[in-house]
């Protein structure tokens, strides 16, 4: 009986002041649309699992340059293909560059359309266990020294 005469107690107060409560009402909504705004945020960048079969066994190796004070340095074909040999624990391996974005265009019926591309080695959509949607992916042959460049 005590909380309900509360209520009706917070009620009648409320409602003799209304600007307190919209006051109240909006504290609380801001506080709560905060609250919603930064969990999905959190949601979508750190809890969801990545698009990729098996993302949970995914890693990104950097190679460091203490001496130099560089935290990216570029890794050739020939040392990701030693790491790949060298390390037994590690199924496929792919390269990409650290800054990966060069801008290309691409007319088609007189219609431009900016692309946003990046230099990867021949196993990195066989490393996501990612297909092409059309044509067909690379391989570890286009990584081979004369090999054609493809797109």
Known sequence: MSILSDL???????????????????????????NTAILSVVNGVLLRALPFQEADRLVSIRLVNPEEGRQENP??????RDWQDQIGSIVDLGAYPAFPFH???MSRADLPLELTTSYVSGSFFDTLGVEAAQGRGFSVEDDREGALRVV
Do not use: C, H
């Open 8 to 34: 009706k107690y917070a009620l009648r107060l409320l409602i003799k002041n209304p600007a307190l409560t919209a006051l109240a009402a909006g504290v609380l909504a801001l506080g709560i649309g905060a």
């Open 75 to 80: 890794v050739s074909l020939p040392d990701l």
């Open 103 to 105: 801008g290309l265009t």
